[in-house]
């Protein structure tokens, strides 16, 4: 099946995973890798929190986007959930070069924060790489960097309006799928956004963020939207 919708969750390192989607007897040498390749095999896509990113020395280092790459299949994306904190912790060098790595299977830089403006160098820096990187940058409605009024200078304003405005083929929805008689209402709404060109391809993507989510639900919102033909 063409699917027109792709599902996935917001991070796969879920501890209440551990004793119902991943197998016991997968390997455990370290922390994250068997997880991300074993959740690829059932899910087409992924939101990676940022809080995923070490923000200390104390921190091991969790990013390893070329072993990210190795371990899920080509179609697979990735989409990078970045924060206004976020950069005062970790060096936007050290962030692109990531993305950089990523790229070839990265969709989006997703921004969500607690509506902390992003100072106009973060503005440019990311414009800068999503160009580079041919993506798009997604802001969720919480977001103050959507607001470009806060935006001074004025070349940094354009290329940020181009490359945050095409946000209809991607949502984020916040519960615990336990309730699939809302499905319908939920891609209905969803997808009468997608333009004609986004609703006949691989497009679509809903993340769902919920610290309860359970992959059977998922899967089971995912059986739900193959019934429906997407």
């Not at 969803?190 to 359970?214: C, W």
Request: with cysteine; charged share 25%.
């Amino acid at each position: 099946m063409n699917r027109n919708i792709n599902v996935g969750a917001y991070g796969w390192r879920h501890s209440h995973w551990l004793n119902g989607f991943y197998p016991d007897d997968l390997p455990m040498a370290d922390e994250d890798d068997w997880r991300l390749a074993y959740y690829s095999n059932e899910f087409t896509t992924v939101m990676v929190p940022a809080d995923y990113w070490p923000v200390s020395d104390e921190q091991t280092q969790r990013v390893d986007c070329e072993r990210w790459l190795e371990d899920v299949n080509e179609d697979f994306q990735f989409l990078v959930e970045c924060h206004a904190e976020l950069f005062e912790q970790v060096s936007f060098a050290e962030i692109s070069k990531q993305l950089t790595i990523l790229q070839p299977q990265l969709s989006a830089i997703v921004l969500r924060d607690n509506k902390q403006a992003l100072p106009d160098s973060v503005c440019k820096q990311l414009c800068d790489i999503a160009e580079a990187l041919e993506v798009n940058i997604y802001t969720d409605n919480n977001v103050a960097s959507n607001d470009v009024s806060r935006i001074e200078d004025t070349q940094i304003k354009s290329v940020w309006q181009q490359k945050t405005q095409h946000i209809s083929d991607l949502t984020l929805f916040e519960d615990e799928l336990t309730d699939l008689r809302l499905t319908r209402t939920i891609v209905d709404q969803f997808v009468s956004q997608l333009s004609e060109a986004e609703k006949s391809s691989a497009a679509g993507t809903i993340i769902v963020d919920h610290p309860n989510l359970l992959t059977e639900n998922l899967n089971q919102f995912r059986a739900v939207l193959d019934i429906m033909g997407h």
